[in-house]
């Protein structure tokens, strides 16, 4: 992400009060449902409905799924912002976010975020069932209050127990079709979970003094470059393990492990790669982080495509 400059600094869309089209407002207010978070999100989502289905998912239902849970995940997102609004100004990173350039007020973020969890959870309910809609609310619970409000500016470990509102979304997307939890699920929560410290970290390693400038401790932050590197070399080795765990538990046919097994030795070269660069005397930029972090959404994606693509053959 790239510094403002002054021009930008001072253009009407970032000045407090400033005229604003109605274009202008509603671009604002869903930049704070953070719209490329949810991606990833809807990414889990939908191939563990068809999962769930053992073949293509109820078309209807698939589709209240995916748009409630958007709005969950909308709704998490928008009131993590309206509690994060002092450090992003702070971070390059996020100092172009809505708050952070006064596009949307605090109050009206907070009634945004509010409505748009009480319209996820009604529209769950109501279209799907009481498990879907009670696991959306515990999972916007979880990452505003636990993450935002406790974790985040007070543990180096916020993102492992934190991360847990971002494996929500495989329980939600199941409950969603057969209305009960099983192992296979939890398997894919699982994945998620050990998924996320290493995918995090790097881009923390990236941004480090962005985090230290908000007083934010983030593992880079508080630990050396080699805790950081081992940790998520642990981790990553995790996530793989974890995701093989599918094969017996759902009966999966030979394509799925397969594919994890192929995209699980990548993933796991590359998180190698980064500690033979530590090894090497490589520090900071060059040590290229960012390189294992964007990795990390590739496998992620790829996993669950295999997830989705799996009851299909069966």
């Not at 009481?130 to 209050?145: D, E, H, M």
């Not at 929500?168 to 409950?175: E, H, K, L, R």
């Not at 094969?247 to 995209?263: D, E, K, R, S």
């Amino acid at each position: 992400m790239t510094v403002l400059t002054n021009r930008q600094a001072t253009t009407p869309s970032t000045e407090p009060g400033a005229p604003r089209t109605f274009g202008m407002v509603v671009k604002a207010y869903v930049a704070l449902t953070k719209p490329r978070i949810i991606e990833l999100l809807l990414i889990t989502t939908l191939p563990v409905m068809f999962l769930a289905a053992g073949g293509l998912p109820p078309l209807w239902k698939s589709i209240a799924v995916m748009v409630f849970g958007t709005l969950s995940a909308g709704s998490a997102n928008a009131l993590n912002c309206y509690v994060d609004r002092d450090i992003d100004q702070k971070m390059r990173r996020t100092r172009r976010r809505p708050l952070a350039r006064h596009q949307v007020s605090p109050r009206g973020a907070l009634i945004f975020g509010i409505v748009l969890g009480i319209l996820s959870t009604v529209g769950l309910w109501l279209t799907t069932n009481w498990l879907a809609a009670v696991l959306s609310t515990g999972a916007i619970l979880f990452y505003v209050i636990v993450y935002s409000m406790v974790l985040k500016r007070r543990t180096a470990q916020n993102i492992v127990w934190g991360g847990i509102a971002g494996c929500m979304p495989v329980m939600i997307g199941w409950a969603g079709i057969t209305e009960r939890l099983d192992w296979a699920p939890l398997v894919l929560f699982g994945v998620v979970f050990f998924w996320t410290p290493p995918h995090t970290w790097t881009l923390a390693m990236r941004y480090k003094e962005d985090y230290a400038a908000a007083k934010v401790p983030m593992l880079p932050v508080v630990a050396t470059e080699r805790r950081v590197i081992l940790e998520s070399v642990a981790y990553t080795w995790a996530t793989v393990l974890c995701s093989l765990a599918l094969w017996p538990v759902a009966g999966t046919t030979l394509f799925y492990p397969v594919v994890a097994v192929v995209l699980g030795v990548v993933c796991l070269w590359e998180v190698h790669r980064l500690l033979a660069r530590l090894n090497a005397g490589k520090s900071g930029v060059d040590l290229r982080p960012m390189r294992f972090f964007h990795w990390s959404n590739a496998y992620l994606a790829l996993l669950f495509l295999a997830v989705a693509i799996d009851p299909l053959l069966a």
